[in-house]
């Protein structure tokens, strides 16, 4: 019974000196406690502008619209190498084709028609074949327009 009241006192006292050291005022001389530390800005540190950046965390697929802010249809977000060819109808007053995205959704398209994530358009649609004309910018800053052909998947050439 001693030793239990003996544990109870110790405790009690262990108690009251906390609570009488957390209401002292800190002084001068004794460290502070640890906190969160507030960062200003000095003269020479540059602030980060994400103004016309990608956000990191979204796939490069999800940027909806293009450079002048216009809503991008479903064929521009897709590269020209990630549509397949799958349909040609020339024989009619304005040839139409379809092309196929990676998740298998169909697209028909005609001359004029805006697809590829790099401003392209269809230029022509021909027996078996889609040509679509793109523009790049190299390295150098030059603008370069580029044709690229999709040509139908026959059983003899292979998917």
Request: charged fraction near 25%; aromatic fraction near 4%.
């Amino acid at each position: 019974m001693k030793r239990h009241m003996t544990t109870l006192l110790v405790g009690m006292a262990l108690l009251v000196a906390r609570a009488a050291v957390a209401a002292e005022p800190e002084s001068a001389g004794a460290p502070a406690a640890p906190r969160a530390l507030a960062h200003s800005p000095s003269a020479g540190d540059a602030a980060y502008d994400p103004a016309g950046r990608r956000d990191p965390f979204r796939p490069p697929r999800a940027n909806q619209t293009t450079a002048t802010g216009e809503i991008r249809s479903p064929l521009q977000r897709y590269d020209i190498g990630q549509l397949k060819l799958v349909a040609v109808i020339y024989q009619a007053n304005e040839p139409r084709a379809v092309v196929e995205d990676d998740a298998g959704l169909g697209y028909i398209v005609k001359v004029g028609t805006a697809i590829g994530a790099n401003g392209g358009a269809v230029k022509a649609i021909e027996q078996g074949k889609l040509r679509v004309e793109e523009e790049s910018v190299d390295f150098y800053g030059d603008r370069q327009t580029s044709e690229v052909v999709m040509e139908l998947a026959t059983e003899e050439r292979g998917k």
